[in-house]
Nanobody
C-alpha cells in the first residue's frame, strides 16, 4: 500500500505559476511511473503528465510547454510545475503512482487549483 499526499494547490491569477507536490509513503524508485491528472465537475478525469524511468516525460497537448513533471527520489516526492496558467487549468489535480513492474495505481486525494482574476 502506498499513500500519496498532494500539496501546493490554491488560487492564482491567469499567467501565474504554481508548483504541486506529491509525497509518497515509501521509497521511490527511478523506474516507478509517476503521473498527474486533473478533473473538473461533471467531467472525466483528464491525464496531464507522466514521468517514466526518471527522464522520460510526456504531456497532454493542452499543457505542453507550460507544465513540467519532475521527481526527487531522495525526498520520495514528485512535482508538477505549472507556468502560464489559464482559467481552463482550473481543476482538482491528482497525483498517481505505479510501482515498478506492477499494474496497481495509487492515487492522492487531490488538490484544488483555481486560476482566476
Amino acid at each position: 500500500q502506498v499513500q500519496l499526499v498532494e500539496s501546493g494547490g490554491g488560487l492564482v491569477q491567469p499567467g501565474g505559476s504554481l508548483r504541486l507536490s506529491c509525497q509518497a509513503s515509501r521509497n521511490m524508485l527511478v523506474t516507478d511511473v509517476l503521473g498527474w491528472y486533473r478533473q473538473v465537475p461533471e467531467k472525466e478525469r483528464e491525464w496531464v503528465a507522466t514521468s517514466r524511468s526518471g527522464n522520460e516525460e510526456t504531456y497532454a497537448d493542452s499543457v505542453k510547454g507550460r507544465f513540467t513533471i519532475s521527481r526527487d527520489t531522495a525526498k520520495n516526492t514528485f512535482y508538477l510545475q505549472m507556468n502560464s496558467l489559464k482559467p481552463e487549468d482550473t481543476a482538482v489535480y491528482y497525483c498517481s503512482f505505479r510501482p515498478t513492474f506492477t499494474t496497481t495505481i495509487y492515487w492522492g486525494r487531490g488538490t484544488l487549483v483555481t486560476v482566476s482574476s
